[in-house]
């Protein structure tokens, strides 16, 4: 006798698919910059000063260009259909571009696993303008 097994598929919402994306974006970032902290003089940079964000202005910048993926996070969810389309567009397509280069100018034995983590985070980001750029209209 076979019986098969059926389970209830209910559709997704856009807006928390794109909040789910940015989500999982988000966190390949931080799980990115802190293995990055395990890297040959890494450490030593940190504390000796000598590292990219080696000033106040380059942390603000860095703070303020990394506080978009994760408060989209919450505007996904919440911003009326056009402009959350628009941002999730643009801010995919700008994170895509940043992840690119990033992962093209990695390369290096003891970044293997930076230039794995930009290559998924350049795949979700597209998946962003994806879901962005097909969302349903009424």
Known sequence: MNKSVKFEDTKVNVKII?????????LCYLYGDYFELYTPGKAW????????LNSPLKLLTASAIL?????????????????????NIVFGIFF???MLFIGISSFSDWYLFYIFLAALECIITIMIVKYA????KI
């Open 45 to 52: 940079g940190l504390l000796e000063g000598e590292n990219l």
């Open 18 to 26: 794109l909040a789910g994306l940015w989500a999982s974006v988000t």
């Open 133 to 136: 750029w097909q969302w349903k």
């Open 96 to 98: 895509t571009l940043i």
């Open 67 to 87: 506080a978009i993926p994760a408060a989209m996070i919450f505007l996904s969810l919440i911003l009326k259909p056009v402009i959350n389309r628009f941002l």
